[in-house]
T-cell receptor, first 112, second 112 residues
Framework: EAQVTQNPRYLITVTGKKLTVTCSQNMNHEYMSWYRQDPGLGLRQIYYSMNVEVTDKGDVPEGYKVSRKEKRNFPLILESPSPNQTSLYFC???????????FGDGTRLSIL | GNSVTQMEGPVTLSEEAFLTINCTYTATGYPSLFWYVQYPGEGLQLLLKATKADDKGSNKGFEATYRKETTSFHLEKGSVQVSDSAVYFCALYGGSQGNLIFGKGTKLSVKP
């Protein structure tokens, strides 16, 4: 089954404690991206990757890191999380950026 | 830079009413346009897309036409159902940039 898998689905943690949200897709997609969803702000793109070893900033990259060492994986790293990063995060992938995105089920992060 | 503006919600309609959700965009070049739908507690799903001027995307009774002259991509459905209750997002990819831009979303509630 074609899918984008994010882990964890839920996480409560504390300020400053490094965390990683994993994202994996099994569709051999080249394009992957991360979004955060906040009430009244919709979805905002954090980072995207057009292919392995190619990443670029989206609209709200501050406080986040990503890597794309393999085609299927695109982890989101919060080196020193802060409360303003409390949000619902989605990973997505597609064959190309102008193709429809397949979304994961989301990760709800709470930073205390 | 690129941007998407969609009408603010929430929108509340009775079953079988006509639906329009307005979406306008700003972009350089020739972006691809999408409508995504998010049902409660789920990730986003592609509803329809259009990749060039005058294209009409359609799916599940929803339609949207890519109007370059008015830079619009309004979503319409002739007769909504209770099961259409969800949040709808207009999105743009490309033009001269490689990132995906979403509108803030419009929450639709359909009453029986």
């Amino acid at each position: 089954e074609a899918q984008v898998t994010q882990n964890p689905r839920y996480l409560i943690t504390v300020t400053g404690k490094k965390l990683t949200v994993t994202c994996s897709q099994n569709m051999n997609h080249e394009y992957m991206s991360w979004y955060r969803q906040d009430p009244g702000l919709g979805l905002r793109q954090i980072y995207y990757s057009m292919n392995v070893e190619v990443t670029d900033k989206g609209d709200v990259p501050e406080g986040y890191k990503v890597s794309r060492k393999e085609k299927r994986n695109f982890p989101l790293i919060l080196e020193s999380p802060s409360p303003n990063q409390t949000s619902l995060y989605f990973c997505a992938s597609s064959y190309r950026g102008n193709q429809p995105q397949h979304f994961g089920d989301g990760t709800r992060l709470s930073i205390l | 830079g690129n941007s998407v503006t969609q009408m603010e919600g929430p929108v509340t309609l009775s079953e079988e009413a006509f639906l329009t959700i307005n979406c306008t965009y700003t972009a350089t070049g020739y972006p691809s346009l999408f409508w995504y739908v998010q049902y409660p507690g789920e990730g986003l799903q592609l509803l329809l897309k259009a990749t060039k001027a005058d294209d009409k995307g359609s799916n599940k009774g929803f339609e949207a036409t890519y109007r370059k002259e008015t830079t619009s991509f309004h979503l319409e459905k002739g007769s909504v159902q209770v099961s259409d209750s969800a949040v709808y997002f207009c999105a743009l990819y490309g033009g001269s940039q490689g990132n995906l831009i979403f509108g803030k979303g419009t929450k639709l509630s359909v009453k029986p």
